[in-house]
């Protein structure tokens, strides 16, 4: 360093650094000049200047910042990099309470559900599901899911119970185990979000349960405005016992094509146009009713009454002598705001050879629905392009009733919606007396929340040409009558 004259006293200089800032408060620059008795006085230098010793101490803290910031993101790198390569997994569930009053019925329509034209259907409390679902995933590509339901506690029910692969090209996700079958659009529909409690007549009938053991294929376009599913199933139910048996090989190939080639997406898709085909190809034993292997003939067709009934009112039993049958449905959803009118329609063709006193002609069975459906609180129903399902329905204002802090009571009314839906259902054809009839059911569904709500179905209807369900013969005549039925399902997922 030099040396300057200072009053009378030799002082050391320093050298300085530049800064960027055109003024520094000279209160706050921290420069200490010493004279020569020791005494500590403010020194003044040019603005923008700081001593070279301060210069680099600031430099090298600067260093150790960035490697420490450096060191840090490495740490989270590195536990992201180990998290991807353990298996993760999440727990949803949904618990579905029904109460079903039988109002009014036919003695036609007793004998259909207990065997007695005397002794009426009974009202019922049920838990319809209680279901715990566990989903993950496993690197690099593969996934999972365990569904069981616990509506009765004594026996457990498997539902959807599968591994895969997804990111598969083009979009693509392949599911090996227990899934549903893709026919019926109400029954690809999550039960979280259908508009009415039970499912229409005819997707509940040509796929009974929907899910069986099987191997699909899922898969989407790039636009999100095509999606498909196929694949091959085994057709025996093993929702109980998780078991396959038999010496011949029930089983079908499935497909189904959907798109929604008008989606608005300005509103948020508040406005589409959805449509879908499906199909099936099966393959029965004719032998199965009749013979002594474990498998019994799949070809059977049969559902409850739009409520949940202990039988089945529209039956065929198990078709003896069939051999194979086909299906092939239509279905579409047209979207409106708060409007939504859906329809669906299912052919069934059943080939057979004679057995068991039957005829042994072909069969043709048939049905479909129409409902529309209205918020009067003006939520809509949102679609889900990449698999061709509605999805979860948002209120815009949640129910609640609270004390305010302020004194009073806040509250919301969460969003209601209005719905019709009418159902027709063909079982009867030739010497096979399954039941043809129809159904009308007014729905109200009060959304509490986007995760929970009620639903209030009232029903009535009619069946005739009933009964095939009650014997293993032909019949000389068939059973049926009206019925009316009120439920209420109370529903929470999570």
């Known amino acids: 360093m030099g040396l300057l004259s200072h009053n009378d006293a030799l002082l050391p200089t320093y050298q300085t650094a530049m800064l960027q800032n055109d003024v520094i408060d000279q209160a706050d620059t921290g420069l200490?000049?010493?004279?020569?008795?020791?005494?500590?006085?403010?020194?003044?230098?040019?603005?923008?200047?700081?001593?070279?010793?301060?210069?680099?101490?600031?430099?090298?803290?600067?260093?150790?910042?960035?490697?420490?910031?450096?060191?840090?993101?490495?740490?989270?790198?590195?536990?992201?990099?180990?998290?991807?390569?353990?298996?993760?997994?999440?727990?949803n569930g949904r618990i579905h309470l029904d109460n079903w009053n039988f109002l009014d019925s036919d003695p036609g329509v007793n004998e259909?559900?207990?065997?007695?034209?005397?002794?009426?259907?009974?009202?019922?409390?049920?838990?319809?599901?209680?279901?715990?679902?566990?989903?993950?995933?496993?690197?690099?590509?593969?996934?999972?899911r365990i569904q069981l339901d616990f509506n009765n506690p004594s026996s457990a029910e498997m539902k959807d119970v599968y591994l895969g692969f997804n990111n598969l090209p083009h979009n693509q996700t392949l599911l090996i185990g227990n899934q549903k079958r893709p026919i019926g659009l109400d029954h690809l529909n999550s039960s979280r979000h259908n508009v009415f409690a039970e499912r229409p007549l005819a997707v509940e009938a040509f796929n009974e349960d929907a899910r069986r053991l099987g191997v699909c294929m899922?898969?989407?376009?790039?636009?999100?405005?095509?999606?498909?599913?196929?694949?091959?199933?085994?057709?025996?139910?093993?929702?109980?016992?998780?078991?396959?048996?038999?010496?011949?090989?029930?089983?079908?190939?499935?497909?189904?094509?959907?798109?929604?080639?008008?989606?608005?997406?300005?509103?948020?898709?508040?406005?589409?146009?959805?449509?879908?085909?499906?199909?099936?190809?099966?393959?029965?034993?004719?032998?199965?009713?009749?013979?002594?292997?474990?498998?019994?003939?799949?070809?059977?067709?049969?559902t409850r009454p739009l409520a949940r009934s202990d039988s089945r009112w529209w039956n065929t039993n198990r078709i003896l002598g069939s051999e194979g049958y086909q299906e092939l449905g239509l279905e579409s959803m047209l979207n409106i705001g708060a409007l939504q009118i859906t329809g669906e329609y299912i052919n069934t063709w059943v080939q057979r050879d004679p057995a068991g006193g039957f005829n042994g002609s072909n069969l043709h069975f048939q049905g479909g629905y129409l409902f529309a459906?209205?918020?009067?609180?003006?939520?809509?129903?949102?679609l889900n392009r990449t698999s061709g399902t509605i999805d979860r329905v948002k209120p815009f204002e949640n129910f609640f009733v609270v004390d305010r802090c302020r004194g009073g009571t806040g509250k919301g009314w969460g969003a209601l919606c209005v719905a019709l839906r009418g159902d027709y259902l063909d079982l009867s054809d030739s010497d096979i007396r399954g039941g043809r009839g129809y159904g009308i059911t007014a729905g109200l569904n009060w959304y509490w929340t986007a995760y929970s709500k009620i639903q209030c179905n009232y029903v009535v209807g009619e069946i005739e040409n009933g009964g095939q369900g009650l014997d293993d013969v032909p019949l000389a005549a068939g059973i049926g009558g009206d019925f009316s039925i009120l439920g209420f399902r109370y529903m929470i997922d999570f």
């Not at 405005?225 to 010496?247: K, M, P, Q």
């Not at 459906?373 to 129903?381: D, V």
């Open 112 to 144: 259909l559900e207990t065997g007695d034209p005397n002794d009426d259907p009974e009202d019922r409390w049920d838990f319809r599901r209680i279901r715990l679902t566990w989903t993950g995933t496993v690197p690099q590509n593969m996934l999972y």
């Open 32 to 91: 200490i000049e010493t004279d020569g008795d020791g005494d500590d006085t403010r020194s003044s230098f040019p603005a923008g200047t700081v001593p070279i010793g301060e210069y680099e101490e600031l430099l090298e803290r600067v260093g150790e910042l960035e490697t420490s910031w450096k060191d840090y993101q490495d740490e989270l790198k590195s536990d992201a990099d180990a998290k991807k390569k353990k298996p993760a997994y999440k727990l």
């Open 373 to 382: 459906s209205y918020f009067l609180t003006g939520e809509y129903i949102p």
């Open 218 to 302: 899922y898969g989407y376009n790039d636009a999100e405005s095509v999606h498909w599913r196929y694949g091959a199933f085994l057709l025996e139910n093993i929702s109980t016992d998780g078991r396959y048996r038999g010496d011949y090989d029930e089983a079908g190939l499935y497909g189904r094509l959907s798109g929604s080639p008008w989606y608005d997406e300005i509103s948020g898709g508040r406005g589409y146009w959805h449509w879908g085909l499906s199909g099936s190809v099966n393959t029965t034993d004719g032998d199965g009713t009749i013979d002594n292997d474990q498998n019994q003939n799949e070809a059977r067709f049969r």
